[in-house]
């Protein structure tokens, strides 16, 4: 897969790491990234915020996530009596288009970010706020190492079964996306005429319609 390797990509924060308001990176990352960072469009009316963005070894901003609608806790934690989440929540994921290129020491060399870098990106975000109910405290390492593989495997075969293809707006422009949903919530990854591409998750809020656009003023989301 050209993808970011599992090593440099950094996926979002697990249980105990959750980037909650008051944990949340500053602003000053996404500022420095020399990519346009994606959100849900303006048909979209609901709280917007910040949560983290991942950096190459050099300090280089390679992606981050902007999250829209509930503030998302742990499904399984907090959940309604029939294991329901309560809140509804999407969040976008926004990866640089990357070339094969030599690590900022020289020493090696950094692997192309591709779809498949959001697709694995996303699906670990997801996976960052699910618990299964019944799950001991003690075993969720484990089964979060688990999902973490499938979710790469999965991310690793775009045309396979588990995926289907889903057509949504980015720019007002119609875009092919590779989307699938699990009793977690959904995924769903495309790539933009922008240089970026673009992963998505959420619980409670339909995949269907969303639309993507560029965010014109980052700050407004801190």
Do not use: C, N
């Not at 249980?15 to 959100?39: H, K, M, N, V």
């Not at 790539?191 to 619980?203: D, E, P």
Request: net charge negative; glycine share 14%; aromatic share 10%.
């Amino acid at each position: 897969m050209e993808t970011t390797s599992r090593a440099g990509a950094q996926a979002p924060a697990a249980e105990g790491r959750q980037q909650f308001p008051s944990a949340r990176r500053t602003i000053d990352g996404y500022l420095q990234a020399p990519f346009p960072w994606y959100g849900l469009d303006e048909a979209f009316s609901g709280p917007r915020w910040l949560m983290q963005v991942g950096t190459a070894a050099d300090g280089a901003v390679e992606h981050g996530s902007i999250g829209h609608g509930d503030e998302p806790s742990v499904l399984g934690e907090s959940g309604s009596a029939a294991g329901e989440p309560r809140e509804k929540f999407a969040v976008v994921v926004t990866v640089a288009a990357q070339p094969s290129r030599r690590s900022a020491d020289g020493t090696g060399l950094l692997e192309a970010t591709s779809v498949s870098s959001a697709a694995w990106l996303a699906g670990v975000g997801l996976l960052s706020f699910t618990w299964p109910g019944q799950m001991d405290h003690s075993l969720r390492d484990d089964w979060l190492e688990q999902q973490t593989e499938t979710a790469w495997a999965l991310a690793d075969d775009l045309e396979g079964p588990e995926w289907s293809m889903l057509s949504l707006p980015v720019d007002g422009v119609a875009v092919p996306f590779h989307y699938r949903e699990s009793e977690f919530g959904w995924v769903l990854a495309g790539t933009t005429g922008a240089g970026v591409h673009l992963g998505a998750y959420g619980r409670g809020m339909s995949a269907y319609g969303l639309g993507f656009s560029v965010v014109k003023d980052i700050a407004a989301y801190a």
